[in-house]
T-cell receptor
Framework: ETGVTQSPTHLIKTRGQQVTLRCSSQ?????VSWYQQALGQGPQFIFQ???????GRGNFPPRFSGLQFPNYSSELNVNALELDDSALYLC????????????FGDGTRLSIL | DQQVKQNSPSLSVQEGRISILNCDYT??????FLWYKKYPAEGPTFLIS?????DKNEDGRFTVFLNKSAKHLSLHIVPSQPGDSAVYFC????????????FGKGTKLTVNP
């Protein structure tokens, strides 16, 4: 059974740039959720994708967007990067939008200079 | 407004003793609760969960207790081992509502040999 994998592991960008983060879900899982974890905080829900559609969104601006592909993998795109976007971005997969537990990847550490 | 609170940022215990991690929540719609463990440079790993219809769930050395009237849950680890040293996150979800997990800020557990 393949777990959740995320790429890249680390990324450094400058303010105003755009970034794409990638996630492959655990085999058999059709739902992907994205979280942002700032330093010293718990993960915060960004949005969830199910059947290639956004299925729920947290309190994040529209410059955070995503995609899900037919193979259930997903991308998180962030435009017009700000310093506060520096964080660990976690992807979690589950069997169905209400499936628990969600299984997490190791995250992408994004640093904005 | 923090809906899930872990008021102890850190906890230190001796190997072989009991570790008790606490979590409080404010949203009475939460009906499913999870504990995740996180090592540095890794994603959160699911540990144990409990539904609101139960007040206790055990899995080996790990037991979660839920007190719905007090909106409080706790994770007991007995006996504690040095390998248990990690950050522990409490998370909650309303399975009849949105699909988002709401996390606390985490408690860093250190188990001393």
């Amino acid at each position: 059974e393949t777990g959740v994998t995320q790429s890249p592991t680390h990324l450094i960008k400058t303010r105003g740039q755009q970034v794409t983060l990638r996630c492959s879900s655990q085999s058999g899982h059709n739902t992907v959720s994205w979280y942002q974890q700032a330093l010293g905080q718990g993960p915060q829900f960004i949005f969830q994708y199910y059947r290639e559609e956004e299925n729920g969104r947290g309190n994040f601006p529209p410059r955070f967007s995503g995609l899900q592909f037919p193979n259930y993998s997903s991308e998180l795109n962030v435009n017009a990067l700000e310093l506060d976007d520096s964080a660990l971005y976690l992807c979690a997969s589950s069997l169905g939008p209400r499936g628990q537990p969600q299984h997490f990847g190791d995250g992408t550490r994004l640093s904005i200079l | 407004d923090q809906q899930v609170k872990q008021n102890s940022p850190s906890l230190s215990v001796q190997e072989g003793r009991i570790s008790i991690l606490n979590c409080d929540y404010t949203n009475s719609m939460f009906d499913y609760f999870l504990w995740y463990k996180k090592y540095p440079a890794e994603g959160p790993t699911f540990l144990i969960s409990i539904s609101s219809i139960k007040d206790k769930n055990e899995d080996g050395r790990f037991t979660v207790f839920l007190n719905k009237s007090a909106k409080h849950l706790s994770l007991h680890i007995v006996p504690s081992q040095p390998g248990d040293s990690a950050v522990y996150f409490c998370a909650a979800i309303s399975q009849g509502g949105s699909e988002k997990l709401v996390f606390g800020k985490g408690t860093k557990l250190t188990v001393n040999p």
